[in-house]
């Protein structure tokens, strides 16, 4: 096996993973630890960006990301986790990245746009804000990553990081960084339990990874289906029914979803006898990640060592990088 592109990832540190990280990302990161070498930034800084005010959500939320990604079977002997507060080299590398990136640059990014305004934060859009895909840029640079994985949403910052790559190796007169490439994601976005919009934390429709039995079950229960599918005997929807994306996304059984979902589609089943089989399928899934996120939990000691560890081995990459980007810039050691 060789261990041939070196893979960035990362996630901010705001609450805990969901089924949507699950099937959008988490899965494809036990897949791809396999046969690359790996680093997964819990992006405490970035998450400071927008809970500035609230530096205790990012603060309680550090260990338990780490919980829930070794929970799922990220291996730490694999993944170097590491923590972005943790690495003054990526403060440095943003400083001397920063010059090269305009106002106007940044405020054009769509995913910013967007951002900036569920933020509401009017025309007081803090500096660090409007930067963070700088500071990002600097966060893949650093581990010289060829490929990072996210949604197409993140394309844009992608392409402005390659942007920063090309400047900076003409300024060093070589390619002394690496011009990282998206690696999309195959899975479709998991809607959240009431349907339409994405699952996510803040949509308040997500069903968590560390969730009780009793509440996973509760959470599938209310699950957005066809509000038209009245009586058993009429035809249902399946495009836009929550629990169908769940079954295709998490059922091994692909068949015979394909079999229900026609059935479904044509009249004569129910929603309960779905329901019940996710809920089946999901109890499977989260029953031993459940327990082995409680287990951990209750070894806060093994999670610190699991991420001073990654976070030691991400620094060495940073420092070796950074003395580059200095040493282009002509910055003196002194
Ligand atoms: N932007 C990512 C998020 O919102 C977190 C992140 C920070 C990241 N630095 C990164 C992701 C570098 C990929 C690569 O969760």
Redesign the pocket.
């Known amino acids: 096996m060789s261990l041939t592109k070196r893979i960035?990832?990362?996630?901010?540190p705001t609450g805990p993973l969901h089924l949507g990280h699950y099937a959008g990302s988490l899965r494809e990161r036990l897949r791809l630890q396999l046969d690359h070498e790996m680093t997964i930034?819990v992006?405490d800084l970035?998450a400071l960006t927008d809970n500035f005010d609230n530096p205790s959500k990012v603060r309680e939320n550090v260990f338990a990301l780490v919980a829930d990604y070794l929970a799922c079977g990220i291996d730490p002997d694999r993944v170097s986790i590491a923590l972005?507060s943790g690495i003054p080299e990526l403060a440095e590398l943003n400083q001397l990245y920063a010059p090269l990136v305009s106002v106007a640059r940044l405020s054009r990014i769509p995913t910013i746009k967007a951002e900036i305004a569920s933020r509401g934060f009017g025309d007081a859009v803090p500096y660090g804000f409007l930067g963070?895909p700088v500071?990002?840029a600097a966060?893949?640079t650093a581990f010289d990553?060829h490929l990072?994985p996210?949604g197409a949403d993140?394309e844009p910052?992608i392409e402005l990081t390659r942007e920063v790559v090309d400047r900076v190796n003409r300024i060093a007169g070589s390619d002394i960084l690496i011009r990282p490439e998206i690696l999309l994601s195959s899975d479709p976005r998991l809607p959240g339990i009431s349907g339409g919009e994405k699952m996510s934390k803040s949509g308040g429709n997500a069903l968590f990874l560390s969730d009780p039995a009793d509440v996973v079950r509760e959470k599938v229960m209310r699950m957005f289906t066809d509000p038209d599918h009245l009586r058993v005997a009429d035809p249902g929807k399946t495009e836009g029914n929550v629990v169908f994306a769940c079954l295709f996304a998490f059922d091994a059984a692909r068949d015979e979803v394909e079999a229900l979902a026609e059935h479904y589609r044509a009249g004569g089943l129910g929603d309960m006898v779905l329901k019940r089989r996710l809920n089946d399928v999901l109890q499977d899934m989260l029953g031993p990640i459940r327990q082995r996120h409680a287990e951990l939990t209750a070894n806060p000691d093994y999670l610190r060592d699991v991420l001073s560890r990654g976070t030691y081995q991400a620094r060495a990459k940073a420092g070796a990088t950074l003395a580059r980007v200095r040493s282009a810039f002509g910055l003196h050691m002194v």
Do not use: H
């Open positions: 960035l990832t990362g996630d901010r930034l992006a970035q972005q963070y500071s990002q966060d893949i990553a990072v996210a993140q910052l």
